[in-house]
């Protein structure tokens, strides 16, 4: 079965700085990888998302992310935060099982705080 | 936009009432799930469905069912809440079709208090 580890349950950087967050996965196959993000009192909201070709992916509000195969990472990335970037973030593992049918396994989350 | 409404922002329940938690999505979306939301467990998968009447177990349906009459409604039943089942519950809905191109939708949760 297919799983996710987030490692760092809380994060703390200063407006400005660069973002790393870290997702590790578990899985034996190629596997669907997305990053969402829950902003405080909002629903959670797609990143980005990497299911094949260029190991870079980019998505919303300047972030982006790499698939490395070797390490079973899909760490995201932002080269200067904002106060806006506050938030729980949560990297997800998906596999097709036929048609429309998939799962879609989360981690336990990153919260991201962000001082001025 | 998407529209995944969750019928409750706040409910209280005492500890054996059944409990309906509803969900509705405006966008003709095949799939629907519920997950819970915990703090430091992230999203667990109680239950999805791709398709109406048809519904499978995710990674914890133990003290759940579900319910999927009608394409744009999916309704989690608590049938007998217990007090571990107090947390906050997120309805998703997706088009269907390859997971490259998916993506869900969240609603804006329901809170759940069982007492």
């Known amino acids: 079965a297919q799983s996710v580890t987030q490692p760092d349950i809380h994060i703390t950087v200063s407006e400005g700085a660069s973002l790393e967050l870290r997702c590790n996965y578990s899985y034996g196959a190629t596997p669907y990888l997305f990053w969402y993000v829950q902003s405080p009192g909002q629903g959670l909201q797609l990143l980005l998302k990497?299911?094949?070709?260029?190991?870079l992916v980019q998505g919303i509000k300047g972030f982006e992310a790499e698939f490395k195969r070797s390490q079973s990472s899909f760490n995201l990335r932002k080269p200067s935060v904002h106060w806006s970037d506050a938030a729980e973030y949560f990297c997800?593992?998906?596999?097709?099982?036929?048609?429309?049918?998939?799962?879609?396994?989360f981690g336990k989350g990153t919260l991201l705080t962000v001082n001025p | 936009d998407v529209k995944v409404t969750q019928s409750s922002r706040y409910l209280v329940k005492r500890t054996g009432e059944k409990v309906f938690l509803e969900c509705v999505q405006d966008m003709d979306h095949e799939n629907m799930f519920w997950y819970r939301q915990d703090p430091g467990l992230g999203l667990r998968l109680i239950y999805f469905s791709y398709d109406v009447k048809m519904k499978e177990k995710g990674d914890i349906p133990e003290g759940y069912s579900v319910s999927r009459e009608k394409k744009e409604r999916f309704s989690l039943i608590l049938e007998s809440a217990s007090t571990n089942q107090t947390s906050m519950y997120l309805c998703?809905?997706?088009?269907?079709?390859?997971?490259?191109?998916?993506?869900?939708?969240f609603g804006s949760g329901t809170q759940l208090s069982v007492l």
């Open positions: 997800a593992v998906g596999v097709q099982r036929g048609g429309s049918n998939y799962k879609l396994t």
């Open positions: 998703a809905s997706s088009l269907g079709g390859l997971l490259g191109n998916e993506k869900l939708f």
């Open positions: 990497y299911f094949s070709g260029d190991t």
